[in-house]
């Protein structure tokens, strides 16, 4: 008899192999620092929109948010609704006009440089601050990626998990240093389409184990009611795998679990893939793609959540909450298929991680490197010196994954980093054209203190607020005071920057 571990291997193996193929094959036509970080701004709709979801969600959506949805009920899904609105607001007034300014702006391939060009700092500050927060928020998100990839290896291999995290690092390091922006686009692309269809397959063939929706939520409702309210809060018992009455979600709840919408405005792995699409005319066509891709993989996984709870032969205990739709595919199907399933939550790790290395070393070697230590460089210095930041970068976050973490609370830390620093000032940046340089840079440091300081002070982390609230209010008021009233205003015109015909601008090399 074949141990249920073998195809699980084998199919790992076979996908592990894809995947660097695809790097290799692309790798021979990296030549340049542009083509390493941007691909030389080429990507078609449906390969921008289902590469921007993938590196988007990330094992979280096959671990944290079924975790969560397993042990709280449907309340857990506010997080999803907020991602929702996010996404469809970040690709419909976002993606266009950073895909103009981007190019406009002297053919910037980081937003670092778009921040220096856009508000022509001369202090080179924007620079350095917004390359700052790109390096330390990205390397504490790696390692979430690493974690997820440790529960994953522990969970299926039985491994210890500091092994399971060194595999895991050892094969996002070797995928994403082969990469590029169009390696790491083109998997992503084939890595979102398994998401996709693991989270269709799954909840489906559980329901239908069950008898339908009829029975899912009869199954739910003899748990605890609680578990079907929107507002409330099942409480899963730390041992033994029970729910119990519960608590009222309260407005502030809410609103938190809604704010990780606003996140997506300032996340860079997505905003590189808004300034690496062929073109603004193919951004409509790429936004109904991303959209579907979001409300369909939102949905399933939560259903994966609330299909545990009814079919799983054995309760998880709370500690174990976010293993639930690796425990269900094994539980569901054979193992061949169980692998293939289990493979998609290893491209929803993988194309979050190596999406996330390469805006890092972009940012350590375009922001740092060239700017500050050698101008002159070659592009072939710079992309070798992107692919080293690559592995430093990991390096970092393997250590920083050692020390444990649920995977939701490392992305939520992340997540909020990003969304504070830049999406208040990435919105005026593309509204506002007479901002300056010092609303940038203050709305920029006050979203990531106020992010930092409001987990590390007790007083504040214990109100409840999602750090991502206090640190939105704190960037966007300081941009709008410092931005009216200290600095000058921006001697190009940006207003009309939307109006020029794409076709008829120059593309300046970078």
């Known amino acids: 008899m074949v141990d249920i571990n073998t195809p699980i291997l084998t199919t790992f193996i076979v996908y592990f192999a894809v995947m660097i193929a695809v ?8 030549r340049t620092l542009t083509d ?6 080429s990507l078609n709709a449906p390969t921008a929109a289902l590469s921007a979801q993938a590196s988007d969600m990330s094992g979280w959506l096959l671990l ?5 949805v397993y042990a709280a009920g449907v309340g857990a899904t506010w997080i999803a609704i907020g991602l929702l609105i996010g996404t469809y607001l970040n690709w419909l007034f976002v993606a266009p006009r950073l895909r103009t300014y981007t190019e406009r702006a002297n053919n910037a391939i980081s937003l670092s440089a778009y921040f220096e060009e856009r508000f022509e700092d001369r202090t080179r500050l924007l620079r350095i601050v917004s390359a700052v927060v790109i390096v330390v928020f990205f390397t504490v998100y790696v390692a979430s990626g690493l974690v997820a990839g440790g529960v994953l290896f522990e969970s299926v291999f039985g491994v210890d998990s500091v092994l399971a995290i060194t595999v895991a690092v050892a094969v996002i390091v070797l995928y994403s240093f082969l990469g590029g922006f169009l390696a790491v686009s083109f998997t992503d692309a084939i890595q979102g389409t398994m998401m996709f269809l693991a989270l269709l397959v799954v909840p489906l063939v559980g329901i239908g184990l069950l008898g339908g929706f009829g029975a899912l939520t009869g199954a739910l409702g003899d748990e605890s009611p609680t578990l079907l309210d929107m507002g409330a809060e099942a409480s899963l018992a730390e041992a033994g795998g029970e729910w119990g ?6 407005v502030i709840g809410v609103i938190s679990l809604l704010a990780w919408g606003l996140g997506y405005f300032g996340q860079p792995h997505i905003l590189a893939r808004f300034m690496g699409i062929r073109s603004a005319r193919e951004i409509p066509a790429a936004r109904r793609i991303g ?10 996984a939560s259903l994966v959540g609330l299909v545990g709870i009814g079919v799983l032969d054995e309760p998880l205990a709370y500690e174990d909450r976010e293993s639930v739709f690796i425990v269900l595919t094994q539980q569901l199907f054979n193992p061949w298929i169980a692998g293939m399933l289990l493979a998609a939550l290893l491209a929803a790790i993988m194309s979050t991680a190596d ?5 890092s070393s972009i940012a350590l070697t375009e922001d740092f490197y060239r700017a500050f230590l050698n101008r002159n460089a070659s592009d072939n210095t710079l992309v070798w010196v992107g692919r080293g930041t690559v592995i430093a970068v990991a390096v970092v976050a393997y250590v920083i994954a050692l020390g444990g973490g649920g995977v939701l609370d490392i992305v939520a830390y992340a997540w909020a980093g990003f969304g504070a620093a830049f999406g208040p000032v990435i919105l005026l940046s593309l509204f506002w054209p007479r901002m300056t340089w010092a609303g940038a840079l203050a709305g920029m440091l006050g979203g990531a203190i106020t992010v930092v300081l409001w987990r590390q002070v007790p007083a504040l982390a214990d109100t409840g607020v999602y750090e991502m609230v206090p640190g939105w209010i704190v960037a966007t008021g300081l941009a709008l005071l410092f931005g009216r009233y200290v600095g000058s205003p921006p001697r190009r015109d940006w207003a009309g920057a939307m109006e020029e015909p794409e076709e008829g601008r120059e593309r300046v090399a970078a």
């Not at 390493?36 to 701004?41: E, K, Q």
């Not at 944290?64 to 969560?68: I, K, N, Q, S």
């Not at 999406?355 to 805006?359: A, F, G, H, T």
Request: charged share 5%.
């Open 23 to 30: 790097g290799i094959w692309v790798y021979s036509r990296t």
């Open 245 to 250: 009455a519960g608590t009222p979600l309260t």
């Open 355 to 359: 999406s996330q290395l390469l805006v």
């Open 36 to 41: 390493f970080a941007l691909g030389g701004r």
């Open 64 to 68: 944290g948010l079924p975790g969560a």
């Open 291 to 300: 959209v579907t891709w979001v409300v369909v993989t939102l949905a399933g």
